[in-house]
């Protein structure tokens, strides 16, 4: 392979690596955001993500894995690239949990919130709006 073809593939890979490293910066953020329950963020970071993903599949890197054996440079940039996707997956593999921790908990608060509602219904009636605390004072 000539020498321009290695250059131009090395570039390409440069460029895989670098989104990469955004993509794991951005999964850090994201699990940052989820723990501070910024829902808002976390589908904006999502959006991120999606379009760095994108950006990736456009790069026809099946010559880069199948010359990357012969280059230092091309097998060493793969290398890194695989280390980041990885770390990558293990920060968004916490933080799916964290997300299905958090699911669970809305709906029991959901949950908790509709037996209020039925419970100060049966007690005031249906018309009457949930209005602060009740408080009983003894005499």
Known sequence: MQEADYDYLIKQAQ??????????VL??????????D???????IIDQ????????????LNQLEQLSENNDQLRDIRRKTR???SQAAIIDKKSMQ????NQDQVFTKLINI????????????????MEGMLLDIKQ
């Not at 999964?27 to 501070?36: F, K, T």
């Not at 993500?49 to 026809?60: A, P, S, T, Y």
């Not at 964290?98 to 921790?101: F, I, P, R, V």
């Open 98 to 101: 964290l997300l299905k921790l």
């Open 15 to 24: 460029q895989k690596y670098d989104l990469m490293k955004e993509f794991l």
């Open 27 to 36: 999964s850090q953020r994201q699990s940052e955001a989820i723990n501070q």
């Open 38 to 44: 910024d829902f808002e963020l976390v589908l904006a």
């Open 114 to 129: 509709q037996k209020s509602k039925k419970t100060h219904a049966q007690y005031r009636g249906d018309n009457v709006k």
């Open 49 to 60: 993500k999606q379009n760095i993903i994108e950006k990736v599949d456009m790069f026809k």
């Open 83 to 85: 280390e980041i996707i």
